[in-house]
C-alpha cells in the first residue's frame, strides 16, 4: 500500500504530527507495535482497575499542553487532580506549594484517554513494528514491518513518500540501523541521544486500608524511589486503593534485565511502605513493568532531526528537549511542518483549530 506520510509510532509526538498533516490532506498511516495509541501516555488493565503505568498527570506549563488541557478539559477528558506537592525530604513528607502554581490534570478514565482523544479519526496500524526501512528507485521509502500480536489485519509492508519516526531516539535507531544513504550526522545525532529507564509497581490493596492526606510523594534518587502515587484517588468509582510506584533511574538500571521482575516490584514496595504506610509492602495484587526509555537524560537540543537525503525523513519525540509531553507535542509539530515544506507545501492549521476539530 502507498501513502504520503508513514508516522511510525502512536505516542503523543507521532498523533500530533500525524493529526496535523492528515488535516492538511495528506493521505497518513501510523504503525504502531503495540495495541493501543498513548506511547508512554499508558494506562493498564488489571482485574477490576485501570491504572496509569506512564505518565502521571500533565500540568498547564509550555505553550502546547495549556491550549491541549483548555480543550480536554472542555471534552470532559481530564479533570483537576491536585494543585500541591508531596515530597518526601529525609524523615517527613512536606506539603509544597506547586511553584509556578501549576495544578495537575489526570484523566478519570485513564491517562491514555488522551492518546485516544488524539488519535480520533487516524488510521492507525496496530500490532505492527517497524523494522526496516529503504529507499527505492522510484523515490519512496520501504517500510518492513514484523507482526508483534495476531489480529490485527493490517499489511506488512507499505511504500511512502515520507517518514516521521516518533519512537524514542535508539528505537529509531534499530529501525534505521541498516537503512543505506542516511548522512553519517544524521546517524550520529541520534545515537548520542541517551534515556533513564524506570521500574513501575502497580499495587492493589483491601478496602478497610486507612488512606492517606496526599495522592501523591515525589522523592529524592537515593530512596529507590521516584514517585508514589494513589491512582484510585483518580477513579471516582474505585473501590479498592490502588497505589503506583516509579523506581529511581539507578534502581532500574540494576534491576531491569532480571529474570524476577515481580521481586523488583516487592523491593520497591517495601522502600514505600518503609517511607510512608507499612502496609505497601502486601499488595492483595501486584504487576511490574519496565520500561527501557522512561526519561530523556541527554537530548538533543533542536525540536525534531531531519533530513531530506536520501529522501524526507523526520525523527521527533520527548528526546528533542527536556519538557517530556510538552516536548513531545512540540516536537511532533515540527516534524509535521518540515516533511510538508519537503512535500507539497499545503498549509497547516494551527494544533489548536486541528485538535478542537477532533
Ligand atoms: C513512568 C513514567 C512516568 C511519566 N510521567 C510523566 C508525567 O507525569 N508528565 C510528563 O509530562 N511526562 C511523563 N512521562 C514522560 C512522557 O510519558 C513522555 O515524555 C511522552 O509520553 C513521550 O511521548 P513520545 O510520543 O515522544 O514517545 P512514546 O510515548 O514513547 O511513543 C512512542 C511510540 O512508538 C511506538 N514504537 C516504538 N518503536 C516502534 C517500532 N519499531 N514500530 C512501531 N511502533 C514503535 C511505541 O510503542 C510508542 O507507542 C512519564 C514517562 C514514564 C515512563
Known sequence: MTFDIAVIGA?????????????????????????????????????????????????????????????????????????????????????????????????????????????????????RRAVRLAPQA???????????????NAAIELTAKAVIVATPAPQAVEILGNTAQIPEEFRQNLTAVEYDPCITAIAKY??????????SVDFPPDTDLLWVGLDSSKRPDAQQPVFVVHSSADFARSHLDTANLESAGRQLLDRAASYLLPWLSEPKFLQVHRWRYAFTSKSWYRDCLA?????PLVCCGDWCGTQQIETALRSGLAAASIINSQLQQEVLNPIRQVWRSL
Open 11 to 127: 505516542g503523543l509526538a507521532g498523533l500530533t504530527s500525524a493529526a496535523q498533516l492528515q488535516q492538511a490532506g495528506y493521505d497518513v498511516v501510523v504503525v504502531e507495535k503495540s495495541r493501543g495509541v498513548g506511547g508512554r501516555v499508558a494506562t493498564r488493565r488489571i482485574p477490576g482497575y485501570r491504572a496509569d503505568l506512564g505518565a502521571r498527570y500533565l500540568e498547564e506549563t509550555g505553550r502546547l499542553l495549556p491550549l491541549l488541557l483548555e480543550i480536554l478539559r472542555d471534552r470532559q477528558v481530564v479533570r483537576l487532580w491536585t494543585d500541591t506537592r508531596h515530597r518526601w525530604d529525609s524523615e517527613l513528607i512536606l506539603e509544597t506549594p506547586l511553584e509556578p502554581p501549576s495544578p495537575r490534570y489526570i484523566a478519570p478514565d485513564g491517562m491514555n484517554a488522551i492518546g485516544k482523544f488524539l488519535g480520533r479519526g487516524m488510521r492507525v496500524w496496530f500490532s
Open 138 to 152: 522510484d523515490d519512496t521509502w520501504h517500510l518492513s514491518l514484523e507482526t508483534v500480536a495476531e489480529g490485527s
Open 206 to 215: 483491601p478496602s478497610d486500608r486507612q488512606l492517606p492526606d496526599w495522592v
Open 307 to 311: 533530513t531530506a537525503t536520501p529522501l
